[in-house]
């Protein structure tokens, strides 16, 4: 059995890595240093980000802790149903590149708040830039840390505080030299996050097949199919242990939707990636993020599901607990530390990969929010370009910190880190793309709706969750699959992807009613030209959702 801990050639990969990654974004700061740097520049990197850059930084951003080691987790605990949240997301980027990308561009936004307070006013803007700051920093920077932290100290046995504080200033280093300096290391992010993934696929399927007398990794694939038959089904019916997390066809009709078309379509520091491009660059780049996002449930999904299926034959039965209970997040840390030597320390550098990646990316989002829609707009209107990246710096630093403070206390580690940050995400999420949707799509849609869309959605989705269960028995929804008991308070409640599609039909009633009764005049600029593709666009979208369909007819 390989070591379990990190050894001399491990180190060497991913010193290489880290002199890579850190080198290249070191010299990009020092350069800009000599450099009159602009706001566009540094939170933008306006006209500076190839397709394959602005691709490549979409997945760099998105797949991180949570992937790697939270959605491994729910491989070993739910299995390949989890992976809906990918491909489902391959679908959706075509979604965005065609509707969203035109709109923001044709209308020169640039980040979020901009976009609500060109549409509704200042005050929905400042709402919305208050909760995205409070969701960004106490639940993504927060959970990608802890995540992050607890994977590197598994694998390498080193102070988990000490890792959190490093891959804090890892990430700095690389957010310090602005959106050009992400987008570009990115690209090498990306290379080891790939490769790296894939090995560690690779030999986790190999493990399996030898453990059963056998070699090669179709047979360790047929063996994971028979011996875990049931972690192969993306459609749960009603009664499945897990339909609460993943509630049947909702994940293809009905809150999924909303999960991806708001994260993907309405989120500032996946848009920003693609937002300093011009349309066919920005296009194609999502489009190269689709196909990617197609083959992360191999490299995220698949190793989970490999570790439950040695994991039911006896192996690492320790290794898989803490504090004395099954801990399904720390199934990934566990298959690396028996990867061979070399091998490990490319996993390790694609795992460090996928963290500091998508820290710099909600780092540089934090800081574009703060200092172009709060600081600029109401404590320093006449700042100069010079200072505002200054401040843009500083609040990186800042959120890093308090990040760094607030993970040990959010409760990561009870739900499994992917799950967490859904349901967190999931109070906000349907009010916010109800605003956004309606925005972009009805012009009668005004502030107040877009207010109570924000604020009322948040608070309804506070009252589904905490409130109705208490108040109203819900059992009688339980035969169509809109409630299920929960063994713990021993409850009936509503699957969080449900409540996420009625709080949403909810805001799009009431925003309804307020724009009959109080048309706005402020509708964005549209024209149906806009959402013309290109035909090898058109021949790339098709052959995404192709495979999607294909993948979910094999393991429906």
Known sequence: MPSKQLETLDYLVFLVYFIIVAGYGYWIYKKKQTEKISTTDFFLAEGSLTWWAIGASLIASNISAEQFIGMSGNGFSMGLAIATYEWMAAATLIVVAVFFMPIYLKNRIFTMPQFLTQRYNNTVSMIMAIFWLFLYVLVNLTSILFLGALAVSTISGLNFTGCMIGLAVFAVIITIGGMKVIGFTDVIQVFFLILGGLATTYLAINLVSSENGTQGLLNGFDLMLSKSADHFQMIFPKGHPHYASLP?????????????????????????????????????????????????????????????????????????????????????????????????????????????ASLAGKANSISTIFTLDIYKKYIAPNASETQLVTVGRVAIWVAMILAILISPFMGIDKKGGFQFIQEMTGLVSPGVFAAFIMGFFWKKTNSAGALFAIVGGFVLSLFFKNVLPEMVNLEFLAPSGFAVLNETSHLYEIPFLDTMGFVFLICVVVMVILGIAQPSSKGLAIDPSMFRVKPTFAMGAGLVLLAVAILYAVFW
Do not use: H
Not at 286 to 297: R, W
Not at 311 to 336: C, H, I, K, S
Not at 337 to 345: M, S
């Open 248 to 356: 049947g066809l909702t994940i293809l009709i009905g809150g999924m939707w909303i999960v991806n078309l708001n994260y993907w379509g309405c989120n500032q520091y996946i848009t920003q990636r693609a937002l300093g491009a011009d349309l066919k660059t920005a296009r194609e780049g999502i489009l190269f993020a689709a196909f990617l996002k197609l083959l992360m449930p191999v490299i995220v999904v698949l190793p989970g599901i490999a570790a439950y299926t040695l994991y039911q034959q006896g192996l690492f039965q320790q290794d898989m607990l803490t504090n004395g209970e099954l801990n399904q997040d720390r199934a990934y840390p566990v298959l690396l530390n028996l990867l061979p030597t070399g091998l490990k320390g490319l996993s390790f550098a694609a795992l460090t990969a996928a963290v500091v």
